[in-house]
């Protein structure tokens, strides 16, 4: 068993690792710290992600498929060249992100906006005027606006949508962001995503869905990163943000927000073992969904997913929310509270989440009861949680307990399954902040 001293002091030693590392060298090639972590594979036992053959990424890259990018189009071509067919290039890769990369660059690394990818037929004010729920009713949009929307939708994807193929690695140099792209991991096996900055995966053509609550809501197409039908998935070390570009900052359309942003990190369609450790999501609002429908089928027996020593800064919901996977939620630190904040961990249909030693800092109105969200799940197994709520010292605190104890019909105790892929005891609980808040996050690695 580690002690607190023993725990202190590797931290502390991190710490000077990752300060102390030298910056990338004015040609922009890769350190050898860079090129020896560019070559990393996941640890054995580390998650879901260690299951069978493990996860390596790139790590067995020849020299000519080990690049650095600093544009959309170089990005492109470092994942083989034709983003169209990217996804089925599993030669084995490592991509070294230097400086920001925007996806609304042409390949002439001309700056695009939305005007730039909608078509000619589509323009927001014509939409708003013709799908008021006022007068076209609660019914979902059709006709010419609705099929010009969805062809700028088609065309933005093309442009920000950057798909990756198997055994591939992707990992910043210091400093390194994505921003207005989604990184897509379909089909594939074998990827590594570390040390980036994402920021602000917009969506430039909300769906309005009048049926979605009680008064309608805009919906958007982009995550940040989406992980589907995929195996073998390790995102390490990453920061998820809104950049400049806050859902706070966006209009009001039809009495609801003008919603531009969907996830952070989303694993779905059937995708599993994947690995989500030491990243920080900041400011979002909807963050990490594990499955994508109700609906049995295919996804029972998938969404294998463990998510550990995170930082969920400011976040307002999904941290995450799950469906029919086991989904191991062990040693992350939650900041919450405040206006918008919703829910932590979302218990949904079929779900086995196992939630240990997770410690929760907590502002405003939010009470451990509102840590958990019923998604039509039964059960969750929760164990080791602090809440430090307001001004009060942390303590040990059963989520479970405090849900069941204001909520109907209860949760019960037991998930079905104990994790065994661990590459470590836990931290106690009291430590996770400490750790989690020092070392999670891109630009903490000696890179």
């Known amino acids: 068993m580690r002690t607190r001293t023993a725990v202190v002091a590797a931290l502390t030693a991190a710490l000077v690792l990752t300060t102390a590392a030298p910056a990338p060298a004015a040609t922009g090639r890769p350190s050898r710290a860079a090129e020896l972590i560019g070559r990393q594979a996941l640890a054995a036992n580390d998650g879901w992600a260690a299951t069978g053959t493990g996860t390596t990424g790139g790590s067995a890259a020849a020299p000519e498929r080990v690049h650095v990018v600093r544009t959309r189009a170089e990005l492109v071509a470092a994942l083989g060249g034709d983003n169209a067919t990217n996804a089925a290039d599993a030669t084995a890769k490592i991509v070294y992100v230097a400086g920001t990369v925007d996806g609304f660059e042409g390949p002439d690394g001309t700056p695009l906006d939305c005007a730039d990818l909608a078509d000619p037929e589509y323009s927001l004010p014509a939409y708003l005027a013709a799908y008021d729920p006022a007068t076209w009713g609660r019914v979902n949009p059709s006709g010419p606006l609705e099929a010009a929307r969805v062809r700028s939708v088609a065309n933005q994807t093309r442009q920000n949508q950057i798909n990756v193929g198997s055994n591939t690695t992707i990992i910043g140099l210091r400093g390194a962001r994505l921003t207005g792209l989604t990184l897509m991991i379909d089909r594939v096996d074998n990827v590594i995503?570390?040390?980036?900055?994402?920021?602000?995966?917009?969506?430039?053509?909300?769906?309005?869905?009048?049926?979605?609550?009680?008064?309608?809501?805009?919906?958007?197409?982009?995550?940040?990163?989406?992980?589907?039908?995929?195996?073998?998935?390790?995102?390490?070390?990453?920061?998820?943000?809104?950049?400049?570009?806050?859902?706070?900052?966006?209009?009001?359309?039809?009495?609801?927000?003008?919603?531009?942003?969907?996830?952070?990190?989303?694993?779905?369609?059937?995708?599993?073992?994947?690995?989500?450790?030491?990243?920080?999501?900041?400011?979002?609002?909807?963050?990490?969904?594990?499955?994508?429908?109700?609906?049995?089928?295919?996804?029972?027996?998938?969404?294998?997913?463990?998510?550990?020593?995170?930082?969920?800064?400011?976040?307002?919901?999904?941290?995450?929310?799950?469906?029919?996977?086991?989904?191991?939620?062990?040693?992350?630190?939650?900041?919450?509270?405040?206006?918008?904040f919703a829910y932590a961990l979302g218990v949904g249909v079929q779900s086995a989440l196992y939630a240990e030693n997770n410690f929760f800092t907590l502002t405003g109105d939010a009470g451990p009861a509102d840590l958990l969200y019923d998604w039509g799940g039964t059960a969750l197994t929760e164990r080791g949680s602090w809440v430090r709520q307001g001004d009060r010292l942390p303590r040990p605190v059963s989520l479970l307990a405090a849900y069941n104890a204001a909520h109907d019909p209860d949760l019960g105790g037991d998930a079905g399954w104990t994790p065994t892929l661990r590459a470590a005891r836990p931290l106690p609980t009291s430590l996770v902040p400490l750790a989690v808040d020092a070392l999670a996050g891109a630009g903490r690695l000696p890179l």
Not at 210 to 235: A, L, M
Not at 298 to 306: A, E, F, H, Q
């Open 193 to 340: 995503v570390r040390n980036i900055e994402f920021a602000d995966a917009r969506d430039c053509f909300p769906a309005w869905s009048p049926t979605d609550g009680d008064t309608g809501n805009w919906n958007s197409q982009y995550d940040q990163i989406s992980v589907r039908r995929s195996e073998h998935v390790w995102i390490d070390h990453n920061t998820f943000t809104d950049g400049d570009n806050p859902d706070s900052a966006q209009p009001v359309h039809f009495g609801r927000p003008w919603q531009v942003h969907d996830g952070s990190l989303d694993v779905t369609h059937t995708a599993s073992l994947v690995t989500v450790s030491w990243n920080r999501f900041t400011g979002r609002d909807k963050v990490m969904l594990i499955g994508s429908s109700n609906t049995v089928g295919p996804d029972v027996g998938r969404l294998d997913v463990t998510v550990r020593h995170n930082l969920f800064d400011g976040t307002l919901q999904r941290l995450p929310r799950v469906r029919f996977g086991r989904v191991d939620v062990h040693e992350n630190h939650y900041r919450l509270g405040g206006p918008g």
